[in-house]
Structure formats: structure tokens, C-alpha cells
């Protein structure tokens, strides 16, 4: 294993190699970071593997062991893996909730759930010790007097945002199968990275892919007036049960919106913002940017955050050609051991 120095070295290369700045980095820990994780479970000649895929290889890799596991979440990995589910393949999703609950969402094909279903027993089994989520939709599922039941729409405090100038923890509300961060404590470091970018006065902000309110929660809990634009619909849905105990809820107005569309409407959202907010997919901000273009005034300052450098140099190409320009960029290494990094980037407008 390459030395944690090194690695970091590693890793301001590559970014500044895409960003053409250097780039502090800034280290919450060496491992035990995550609080949620993504596993492909196959049988391959009558064994269970359950692991992460390895592209270059198109293979799973078993995963015995994780250092970047919370202890919390190896736990209930562990205990996944010592009674896997009778199936042949399928995705898993687990994920330890702030107060020490243990979620599980499996991503299978309808006929698969079926024979679960119908087997039943490996559902009982698991249901003592872990809530369940099954499928696309990300169905709740209980069992009461001898029947499974599949409910739509449940959610609980899978997560936690940062709230105030002192970042308390403040539960969100989510699916086990919702978009949060990795992590509790890497999380919070984001935030605050992000909060120390901000200007000291109060703003009107636009966040973009708001998803169940992380920073949008923080950046009102701050004074800011927030518009989030999300098209989940089950995440907005999570984010206005976390937003009924919120004291600072009139400051954030939700709109549904797919700001890859071209609806007039996501024009309409930039007016009279002092800031743009996005932290987008992989495949970055698309044609959002396009509705950017057509716009007469734009906001003075824009903070992306990105944990994929390359499309996020494409986009920073584009907001260039708007007038902005890069005049700061900091990252949080979520993920050590691997090539992955979140990065923060401040731009703003040149006059």
C-alpha cells in the first residue's frame, strides 16, 4: 500500500494536472470514513463473492476487509455478509445511520425479489437486525402476522447535515437507497470548507442538485437565503420532513426542476442570485450551462464541487467562457486509498 503522503502528492498532481492550480488538500482521517458503501454480490462457480467491481478487470473483487469502513459499518457488513441472501446476483447497498441504525437497500431484478419473497425465511432473518429497502423505487419492507408488506415512501434519518457557525449535527431525512455524502465526519469537513468560501454577509443563493438538503439546510442555518433545485422527487419529499424541524425553513424555497432540461424555468431561477451552489453527477452540469448562456446578469460568485476532476474541467472551461474565472479550490480527501478526491472551487465573476 502506497504511503498516505504519498498518496496525497499523488492526488495534487492529478488535480492540478485537470485544474491548473495547485490545490490544498485537507485530511479528516487515513480510514474509517465511511458510513455507507456500494457492493456487488455474484455467485461464480457455486461461491458467493461480495465486493466491489473492478473495471479493469470486469470482475467483482471479494472484499474480506475494509480500512475505510466505520467500525459501526464493517460491523453490519460482516454481519450481511455472514448470511448473504439466496441470489445470484445483485447490488447491495448498506449504510449506518447517525444514531447507529443499519440500513440495507438491495437493487434486484423484480423476478429476483419475487423468489425472496416467496422464500421468505433469509427477509425474516434480516429484518431483526437491519431495516430493508428493495428495488428502483426503494420500498420499504416489513413483515407483520405472517405477511411481507412493501411500502412506498419511507424515510428515516439515514444522514446528517452541520448546522450554525459551531456545525451541530442536524439529522436529514432520506431513503437507505438516497445520494448523501460517504461519510459523517468527512461530511462535515466539506461543509466547512464550503461555509469558509462564502462571503461575510447574507446572500441569495441558487444550489443546483440539492438533493435532500445537505448544504442547503447549512447555508440557511447561516442566515442565506437558499433556492435548491432538485428533480428527486423523493429526495425533496425527504428534504421538507427534515426542513418541518428546522427553525430556519422559510429561508430555503424548493423547486422541482431537471436542470438538464430546457425548461424556461431554470432561467428563471438565477435572477437576482449572489451565488451559485452545485454539487452535480459525474457527468457534471450539461445543459444547464446552456441555459447559463442565454442570461444577461449572472451571479458574482459560483462554488462547484465535484468528486470527478474531469467533467469538472470541462464545465470549469464553460463557466470560463461566461466570464468566471477559478480563484480557489480546496478538497477534502473522502476516499484515501483510491485515485477519488472532493474537490471545492470558488469562481467569480471578472468585471
Same mark, same amino acid.
Request: some cysteine; overall charge negative.
Given at each position: 500500500?502506497?504511503?498516505?503522503?504519498?498518496?496525497?502528492?499523488?492526488?495534487?498532481?492529478?488535480?492540478?494536472?485537470?485544474?491548473?492550480?495547485?490545490?490544498?488538500?485537507?485530511?479528516?482521517?487515513?480510514?474509517?470514513?465511511?458510513?455507507?458503501?456500494?457492493?456487488?454480490?455474484?455467485?461464480?462457480?457455486?461461491?458467493?463473492?461480495?465486493?466491489?467491481?473492478?473495471?479493469?478487470?470486469?470482475?467483482?473483487?471479494?472484499?474480506?476487509?475494509?480500512?475505510?469502513?466505520?467500525?459501526?459499518?464493517?460491523?453490519?457488513?460482516?454481519?450481511?455478509?455472514?448470511?448473504?441472501?439466496?441470489?445470484?446476483?445483485?447490488?447491495?447497498?448498506?449504510?449506518?445511520?447517525?444514531?447507529?441504525?443499519?440500513?440495507?437497500?438491495?437493487?434486484?431484478?423484480?423476478?429476483?425479489?419475487?423468489?425472496?419473497?416467496? *422464500?421468505?425465511?433469509?427477509?425474516?432473518?434480516?429484518?431483526?437486525?437491519?431495516?430493508?429497502?428493495?428495488?428502483?423505487?426503494?420500498?420499504?419492507?416489513?413483515?407483520?402476522?405472517?405477511?411481507?408488506?412493501?411500502?412506498?415512501?419511507?424515510?428515516?434519518?439515514?444522514?446528517?447535515?452541520?448546522?450554525?457557525?459551531?456545525?451541530?449535527?442536524?439529522?436529514?431525512?432520506?431513503?437507505?437507497?438516497?445520494?448523501?455524502?460517504?461519510?459523517?465526519?468527512?461530511?462535515?469537513?466539506?461543509?466547512?470548507?464550503?461555509?469558509?468560501?462564502?462571503?461575510?454577509?447574507?446572500?441569495?443563493?441558487?444550489?443546483?442538485? &440539492?438533493?435532500?438538503?445537505?448544504?442547503? =439546510?447549512?447555508?440557511?442555518?447561516?442566515?442565506?437565503?437558499?433556492?435548491?433545485? *432538485?428533480?428527486?422527487?423523493?429526495?425533496?419529499?425527504?428534504?421538507?420532513? &427534515?426542513?418541518?424541524?428546522?427553525?430556519?425553513?422559510?429561508?430555503?424555497?424548493?423547486?422541482?426542476?431537471?436542470?438538464?432540461?430546457?425548461?424556461?424555468?431554470?432561467?428563471?431561477?438565477?435572477?437576482?442570485?449572489?451565488?451559485?451552489?452545485?454539487?452535480?453527477?459525474?457527468?457534471?452540469?450539461?445543459?444547464?450551462?446552456?441555459?447559463?448562456?442565454?442570461?444577461?446578469?449572472?451571479?458574482?460568485?459560483? =462554488?462547484?464541487?465535484?468528486?470527478?476532476?474531469?467533467?469538472?474541467?470541462?464545465?470549469?472551461?464553460?463557466?470560463?467562457?461566461?466570464?468566471?474565472?477559478?480563484?480557489?479550490?480546496?478538497?477534502?480527501?473522502?476516499?484515501?486509498?483510491?485515485?477519488?478526491? *472532493?474537490?471545492?472551487?470558488?469562481?467569480?465573476?471578472?468585471?
Amino acid at each position: 500500500m502506497t504511503p498516505y503522503s504519498e498518496q496525497i502528492i499523488d492526488k495534487q498532481k492529478f488535480l492540478k494536472s485537470h485544474l491548473g492550480i495547485d490545490i490544498k488538500i485537507h485530511t479528516v482521517d487515513i480510514g474509517h470514513l465511511r458510513d455507507r458503501c456500494d457492493l456487488s454480490l455474484i455467485e461464480r462457480d457455486g461461491e458467493k463473492i461480495l465486493g466491489l467491481y473492478d473495471i479493469d478487470k470486469k470482475i467483482i473483487l471479494d472484499l474480506e476487509e475494509c480500512p475505510q469502513m466505520s467500525e459501526s459499518l464493517w460491523r453490519a457488513v460482516s454481519k450481511f455478509r455472514a448470511d448473504l441472501p439466496p441470489i445470484t446476483l445483485g447490488s447491495v447497498r448498506i449504510r449506518v445511520s447517525p444514531n447507529g441504525q443499519v440500513g440495507i437497500w438491495l437493487d434486484l431484478p423484480n423476478l429476483t425479489v419475487k423468489d425472496l419473497l416467496i *422464500e421468505k425465511s433469509w427477509f425474516e432473518r434480516t429484518l431483526k437486525w437491519a431495516y430493508v429497502e428493495i428495488g428502483q423505487k426503494r420500498k420499504k419492507l416489513v413483515y407483520e402476522n405472517g405477511k411481507h408488506q412493501l411500502l412506498e415512501n419511507q424515510f428515516e434519518t439515514w444522514f446528517e447535515t452541520y448546522i450554525g457557525k459551531t456545525l451541530d449535527p442536524f439529522p436529514i431525512y432520506g431513503c437507505v437507497g438516497g445520494f448523501t455524502q460517504p461519510g459523517f465526519r468527512a461530511n462535515k469537513k466539506l461543509i466547512e470548507v464550503i461555509d469558509s468560501l462564502l462571503p461575510d454577509k447574507k446572500l441569495n443563493i441558487l444550489e443546483l442538485c &440539492s438533493g435532500s438538503g445537505n448544504f442547503s =439546510i447549512n447555508l440557511a442555518s447561516l442566515g442565506h437565503n437558499v433556492t435548491a433545485a *432538485e428533480v428527486d422527487n423523493s429526495s425533496l419529499e425527504a428534504m421538507q420532513l &427534515s426542513l418541518n424541524e428546522f427553525d430556519n425553513k422559510k429561508l430555503i424555497d424548493i423547486h422541482r426542476i431537471n436542470i438538464h432540461s430546457k425548461s424556461p424555468k431554470i432561467k428563471d431561477l438565477f435572477v437576482d442570485k449572489d451565488l451559485v451552489l452545485v454539487d452535480p453527477p459525474r457527468s457534471g452540469l450539461g445543459r444547464s450551462l446552456d441555459a447559463m448562456m442565454e442570461l444577461k446578469v449572472l451571479p458574482k460568485n459560483f =462554488i462547484y464541487i465535484s468528486c470527478y476532476p474531469e467533467s469538472l474541467a470541462q464545465d470549469l472551461q464553460k463557466l470560463e467562457i461566461l466570464g468566471y474565472r477559478l480563484t480557489k479550490a480546496e478538497a477534502v480527501d473522502q476516499f484515501p486509498q483510491s485515485k477519488h478526491i *472532493e474537490v471545492i472551487c470558488l469562481l467569480e465573476m471578472q468585471s
